[in-house]
């Protein structure tokens, strides 16, 4: 009976299908940083999606706060190799702030407070897959994770993640943001392991 | 032809990556600040080591260290005086 327990019990174990290769799972919510922590005063706070073709479109903080919301649930996957399941975010979908922005773009360029940029293409922040977020778990987001708004592209490696969001610029062409012309990889798909350039 | 391939940089560069480059003096390029790179402002190791220049804060450097391989970015620094001992 053991024997026969034992090969049954054996068996490897289904990887967890939430967890990409190579990730491991986390309970806290690690902070990384490339620089200083921006403090954007929310009466100083504006976002902006700008075109080249086009009038650049703003939101101040009130305006902002009074576009629809919605509340995402996702899990979270760093380049650093940890992943964080099950995070509650409240922000405005991309699709929201881009439904009277006109434009042929194809990529975006994702800028932030500080100086901080990403790029990914278009499609990537449209469709349900992006928001620009300022409450976790129910709190507003502390700056050491972006607040007071950042970006949150759950889909790709969490550095796509801009925090401290100032705008996105759309482009005709692809523009690689600050740590894809520092060795990381231009798209980041944890699925597909896409870490560093030439992955 | 009136170049060298980059096999010409082994022997000169070689010589400087080997030195202790915390003593070289860089120069931002954003503000023009000299001073030698252990003045920089080092934020990381993860996702990579930014050093950035006391003064502007700007990126005077990156790197990224992989498995396999090491990406070194000297973005924001004019130059580097790099002293070798005669
Ligand atoms: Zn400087």
Redesign the interface.
Known sequence: MGIISRAFHGRPREPDAKLPPGQYLVHDFPVLSAGPTPRVPLDRWEFSIDTAEGPVHRWSWEEFLALPQETPTVDLHCVTKWSKFGTGWKGVSLDVLMEDVESAAEYALAYSYGGYTTNLPLEDLLDGKAWVVHEFDGEELEPPHGGPARLLVPHLYLWKSAKWIKGIRLLNEDWPGFWETAGYHNYGDPWREQRYDGD | MDYQDGNALAGPLSEIFSLDVTVAQGKCAACGLRGPLAQLHV??P???L?A?CPSC???VL?L?R?PN???L?L?GSVSLRIPIAE
């Open positions: 934020y990381g993860d996702p990579g930014v950035r804060e700007e990126v990156t990224v992989g391989d090491a990406w970015d973005r």
